[in-house]
């Protein structure tokens, strides 16, 4: 049987933060999450097709757009993760891609990911 349920990565390397932000997604969504170091994004979007994927922002510009062109590549759209204090930069450089800001509420996942789910479904 074929699970057609949409599919969400976290590329967080932060642990607990990657498990909070899984269960939320989990609890509000009928969906399937998963979760990846930062560095393992390249291989697990090899393995599997993802709708979405919240991505660590590092700001390190240059691996971040790397990371970005790989989702976007795999089909999936992207949103961030960030706990720093250059949103300006960030929404400057990745102008239309969602932010969420660590430490995160739960009301903020939510509305990123319906947001960014609802951008995935066909017209």
């Known amino acids: 049987m074929v699970d057609d349920r949409p599919a969400i990565l976290v590329a967080e390397d932060q ?13 509000a969504f009928d969906c399937v999450v998963e979760i990846c170091l930062r560095d393992h994004l390249s ?36 949103a961030f993760l960030s706990a720093g204090d250059d949103f300006v930069d960030l929404r400057n450089a990745f102008p239309g891609v969602p932010l969420i800001r660590k430490p995160f509420s739960e009301t903020e996942v939510r509305e990123v990911v319906a947001s960014v789910l609802a951008r995935k479904q066909p017209a």
């Open 15 to 27: 642990i607990f933060i990657a498990l909070e932000a899984e269960r939320i997604i989990s609890e």
């Open 43 to 78: 291989k697990t979007l090899a393995e599997k097709t993802f709708q979405v994927v919240l991505l660590e922002y590092s700001g390190l510009s240059q691996e971040d757009r790397h990371y970005v062109s790989l989702a976007a590549q795999s089909g999936a759209e992207v």
